[in-house]
């Protein structure tokens, strides 16, 4: 694997009439809401390039951008075989908790060990566990395991739970101004709850759009 870094940084919009396709994978939960924004601002500039935006389970979306289903591949991790990569940003891991939690009355930050006896919140929906194992597995010493209350709603209606004291739950920071239900947010202090996210892509020289996308993401 090489990191590269593609295009000037600068985004141009094309020439001719020309629509273009692209398909961007996202590791769904930990990606989607901040990649959303640097999109938006992409097709502003450049409203010829038609994004499909696919939110895909880690271990999915490498194995889809190596078989040419997607054009770029956004997702937490390091050097991959048969890539190219850059990373666009840093994310870390937070804890969700209700107002007036215990947690947030006592610290700045927490430990991991503070949340063993928590009752922590996991979604079975749009790949909430594949979240959570992530992001447990990025502060916890290999095989350790919180005590995860597994409930049959979205992300979103999840962190309402929260909200009204039904357990707490890890999020990543990307998320944290995406949050529509009040509550409180923590950062997790431990070796590994920083991480960066990267984006993959296959092509040594990749051609215009997918070139102007990577510098775009890569320039901030």
Known sequence: MRSATAGSGTITAGTGEKQHDLAVGCFASICRDRLADELLEFSRVCPKVDIGVHEMGRGALLASLRRGDLSLAVLPGGDEPGTRSQEV??????????????????????????????????????YGSDMHRFLAGMILPAGAALDATIVDVGPARLVDRVAAGAGVTLICESHVAHLAADVTVLPV?????????????????????????IGSLTHR
């Open 189 to 213: 202090f431990a070796n590994g709850a920083r991480f960066p996210v990267r984006a993959y892509w296959t092509d040594a020289e990749p051609e215009w759009p997918l070139s102007a996308l």
């Open 89 to 126: 940003w840093h994310d870390r891991v937070m804890v969700a908790v209700p107002h007036g939690h215990r947690l947030a009355a006592a610290k700045a930050a927490v430990l991991p060990s503070d949340l063993r006896d928590q009752p922590v919140l996991v979604s079975r929906q749009q």
